[in-house]
């Protein structure tokens, strides 16, 4: 099977490790794809480039063999000038493995949005999905998505290359990119917040954040 987690990674926090770490003992998977996403990160506010982004997260993935960095949405972006869209990634994985089971993970807040997501229909003709349940963040659903999930769930290994949703129900970490800013942001000014961001980092990823000054980071710790 092959099994996307994609993101910003804006930064790669200990949340996106531990949700692809459950779903390999979950799916019992040898590997998974975190897959950094060329869209832009978080705007407004001091950020990360691509570049740091993939950095991070390949230090992030450096010491378990199952966590794979992947890099080929951006490498698209690249060759074509402009971000890509999920359902494009997925074309060209399905070109190189038509007959695959391919399952793409997404938290529940995610999902939530996934009918704007563009030519969201086609991405279940190309992957199954499974879905996490994020704390914060309940499966109340819009209803035509709420009537897709009904129809689609299974509860057991996916059988076909796509078109099937798994609501995976696994303790997931109170986690998010953007509390991990926000503390980054204050952690200058505030030993707690430090303290705090270096719990939600893997270890090198704190340790690259303060090297470059990232994310409003003033001070080395
Ligand atoms: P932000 O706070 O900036 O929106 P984020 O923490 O949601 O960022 P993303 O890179 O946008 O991080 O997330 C990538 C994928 O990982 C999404 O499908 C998201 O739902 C999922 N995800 C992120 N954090 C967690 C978590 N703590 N537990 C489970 N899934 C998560």
Not at 132 to 151: C, D, I, N, S
């Amino acid at each position: 099977m092959i099994c996307l987690l994609g993101g910003t990674f804006d930064p790669v926090h200990v949340g996106h490790l531990h949700a692809a770490r459950s779903v390999c003992d979950a799916l019992r998977l040898t590997a998974i794809r975190l897959l950094l996403s060329a869209r832009p990160g978080h705007r407004g506010a001091p950020g990360a480039s691509v570049s740091q982004r993939w950095d991070m997260l390949k230090l992030a993935c450096a010491d378990d063999d199952r966590l794979v960095p992947d890099d080929l949405e951006v490498r698209r972006a690249r060759r074509v000038g402009r971000p890509s869209y999920t359902v494009e990634t997925l074309l060209e994985i399905r070109a190189a493995a038509p007959e695959a089971v391919v399952a793409w993970v997404v938290g529940s807040d995610a999902y939530r949005e996934i009918t704007t997501w563009f030519r969201w229909r086609e991405v279940l003709t190309l992957a199954n999905l499974v879905v996490l349940q994020r704390p914060g963040a309940p499966m109340a659903l819009p209803e035509e998505l709420e009537a897709l999930t009904r129809e689609r769930q299974v509860d057991c290994d996916f059988r076909a290359p796509a078109g099937a949703v798994r609501v995976l129900d696994l303790p997931m970490l109170d986690v998010s990119a953007t509390a991990v800013r926000g503390a980054l942001a204050e952690s200058g000014r505030n030993p707690a917040m430090a303290r705090r961001a270096a719990d939600l980092l893997p270890p090198a990823v704190y340790t690259y954040i303060n090297q470059y000054h990232l994310y409003g980071v003033v001070s080395d710790v």
